[in-house]
T-cell receptor, first 114, second 113 residues
Framework: EDQVTQSPEALRLQEGESSSLNCSYT??????LFWYRQDPGKGPEFLFT???AGEEKEKERLKATLTKKESFLHITAPKPEDSATYLC???????????????FGQGTILTVHP | DTGVSQDPRHKITKRGQNVTFRCDPI?????LYWYRQTLGQGPEFLTY????????KSRLLSDRFSAERPKGSFSTLEIQRTEQGDSAMYLC???????????FGNGTRLTVT
C-alpha cells in the first residue's frame, strides 16, 4: 500500500524567510508525484508533477525536487499570499490500479507573516 | 477552460436522508474522479470513470454510495441513508489522459446532523 508522510504539519515563516516542505513516500512503482496548493474552503490547485528522481520543476517562488524516497517543495522569499495548505500525492500504480488513484499526505499548513 | 464545477457547494442534511451531488468536468477531459476529504486530512480516492465506464471503486465506497457518469459528461454521486460519518468535503477531479495531473473542483461540503 502506498504511503505519503508530510512534514512539518505546520510552518510559520516571516515574509522573505525561505524554507522547505518535505514529502516522504513509499510506493511499489512511482508513476508520478504531485504537489497541490489548497486554500481554505477550496479544492486543491495543481502545482507540479515530478516523474523521476533528480527531476526539478519551478514556478515563481516555488521549486519542487524529487529523490527515490522523498520530495521537497522549496519556497524562496515567501509572501503572505503563499499562505495555504500544501499537499503532496503519489500515483503508485500498485497492482495495476488506475492512473489518477492518488494517495495524498495530510498536508503542511504554511503561514507567512508580513 | 472553465474548470471543474461542483454543485451544490454546501449541503446540510439529516441522518437517514439521501443526497446527490453533481460534477461537471473540464469539457475535453475523459477521466473523472471522486475524492473525499475530512478536516485536517488529504483527499482520499473514492471512484474513477473513463468516459461513461466506472473502472475502479475504493473499499471506502460502501453500498450506500453510488456514482454515475451517463454519456461520459457530468457525473453524480449519491449517498443513501446518510450517516454522521459521511460528513466531509466531496471533491471531483478530471484529467485529460493517463498520468496527466488531476484538476479539482471546489467541492461539496456535506454536513449530516
Amino acid at each position: 500500500e502506498d504511503q505519503v508522510t508530510q512534514s512539518p504539519e505546520a510552518l510559520r515563516l516571516q515574509e522573505g524567510e525561505s524554507s522547505s516542505l518535505n514529502c516522504s513516500y513509499t510506493v511499489s512503482g512511482l508513476r508520478g508525484l504531485f504537489w497541490y496548493r489548497q486554500d481554505p474552503g477550496k479544492g486543491p490547485e495543481f502545482l507540479f508533477t515530478l516523474y523521476s528522481a533528480g527531476e526539478e520543476k519551478e514556478k515563481e517562488r516555488l521549486k519542487a525536487t524529487l529523490t527515490k524516497k522523498e520530495s521537497f517543495l522549496h519556497i524562496t522569499a515567501p509572501k503572505p499570499e503563499d499562505s495555504a495548505t500544501y499537499l503532496c500525492a503519489v500515483d503508485g500504480g500498485a497492482g495495476g490500479t488506475s492512473y489518477g488513484k492518488l494517495t495524498f499526505g495530510q498536508g503542511t499548513i504554511l503561514t507567512v507573516h508580513p | 477552460d472553465t474548470g471543474v464545477s461542483q454543485d451544490p457547494r454546501h449541503k446540510i442534511t439529516k441522518r437517514g436522508q439521501n443526497v446527490t451531488f453533481r460534477c461537471d468536468p473540464i469539457s475535453e477531459h475523459n477521466r473523472l474522479y471522486w475524492y473525499r476529504q475530512t478536516l485536517g486530512q488529504g483527499p482520499e480516492f473514492l471512484t474513477y470513470f473513463q468516459n461513461e465506464a466506472q473502472l475502479e471503486k475504493s473499499r471506502l465506497l460502501s453500498d450506500r454510495f453510488s456514482a454515475e457518469r451517463p454519456k461520459g459528461s457530468f457525473s453524480t454521486l449519491e449517498i443513501q441513508r446518510t450517516e454522521q460519518g459521511d460528513s466531509a468535503m466531496y471533491l471531483c477531479a478530471s484529467s485529460i489522459g493517463q498520468n496527466s495531473p488531476l484538476h479539482f473542483g471546489n467541492g461539496t461540503r456535506l454536513t449530516v446532523t
